[in-house]
């Protein structure tokens, strides 16, 4: 068959024709947008606020993401995980012994992750408003005294589904130890009856901010995020500081999930084994763990830790080791 010969000029021409037909499609290859992701997260009821913007933030940046977030008592959330199976990307909690007790090895044998990273702090308080009976004279020196008031109504969490619940008893147990007072404790404790807990405090802000409780056992956190009047409590007795883990540890709590010994409050986050996206949850735990998620942390009311703290380095993903450093010992 005869087939003209081209002259270079136009060979050079006829390449290009045929290289512009076929870069468009190399080209929408390439740029192809990567498939959707539904990343599912659990976490700490008083998380909700930061991690807000930080998913908010996630999914700016990573517009295939969608992220689902659910928020509760830690207790309760990890036994979505264990009991009724639901499948998250993400556990976060409130207290970290909460992991290697539920998740670690769960009542069927299961096990669902053998590491956890502590990423930010935070103290057990007693908020207020102006509304608050003897808000205008309470004080850090006298709040257990007005506390223990006839009338006073106190609003907490539950100690069986929640570390808030069960830190506020800690915190009562240490105070009664810290100033020397027998029968404190149990008596703000009566102030605080079963009708006044819920399964989360944040579920007791509207009773709180309406008049029908007077104060409120919840993280100094939330206090700063709702301009809440908050007593200033003494670092030996609200579960703040690290340094006073000696004597936390002399209190320890009865709770329908055993015996809880006092430990400062350090919030920790895991990834399941059976996450369903599990590399997208790594870069979720890189970028809470980094200088944005940070930043959100501190700006709802958290302490840092920085770096973040994991009980064993040498499990986390590969992706999470070099932003961490070893659980410092007790």
Do not use: C
Request: proline residues 8%.
């Amino acid at each position: 068959m005869y087939r003209p010969k081209l002259s270079p000029s136009r060979a050079a021409r006829s390449a290009l024709m045929a290289a512009a037909l076929v870069l468009p499609i190399h080209a929408s290859v390439a740029a192809a947008d990567p498939p959707p992701v539904t990343l599912t997260v659990f976490g700490a009821g008083t998380l909700a606020h930061p991690f807000k913007q930080i998913d908010d933030a996630f999914m700016r940046k990573y517009p295939n993401v969608t992220i689902q977030a659910q928020f509760g008592g830690s207790v309760k959330m990890v036994k979505q995980v264990t009991e009724l199976h639901q499948r998250a990307d993400v556990v976060a909690v409130a207290d970290y012994n909460v992991i290697p007790k539920y998740l670690f090895s769960a009542p069927d044998g299961t096990k669902y992750t053998d590491w956890y990273v502590g990423f930010t702090t935070n103290a057990i308080t007693f908020v207020y408003t102006g509304k608050s009976r003897f808000a205008d004279r309470i004080s850090p020196q006298n709040w257990y005294q007005l506390l223990a008031q006839h009338g006073v109504q106190i609003g907490r969490s539950n100690p069986d589904t929640d570390p808030s619940g069960y830190q506020t008893l800690q915190m009562l147990s240490l105070a009664q130890r810290y100033y020397k007072k027998p029968g404190l404790a149990a008596a703000i404790l009566a102030n605080a009856p079963n009708t006044n807990m819920r399964d989360t405090e944040t579920g007791l802000i509207a009773a709180l901010e309406s008049g029908q409780i007077d104060y409120l056992a919840i993280y100094r956190s939330d206090a700063r995020q709702h301009k809440f009047k908050f007593l200033a409590l003494p670092p030996e007795i609200d579960l703040s500081d690290a340094k006073f883990s000696p004597f936390y540890a002399q209190t320890s709590v009865q709770t329908a999930n055993g015996t809880l010994t006092a430990n400062p409050i350090v919030y920790a986050l895991t990834i399941p084994s059976n996450a369903p996206y599990r590399e997208w949850a790594v870069k979720y735990v890189q970028f809470l763990l980094g200088p944005e998620g940070q930043k959100a942390m501190a700006a709802s009311g958290f302490g840092p830790i920085n770096p973040a703290i994991a009980n064993d380095v040498d499990k986390l993903p590969a992706g999470l080791k070099s932003m961490v450093t070893a659980w410092p010992k007790r």
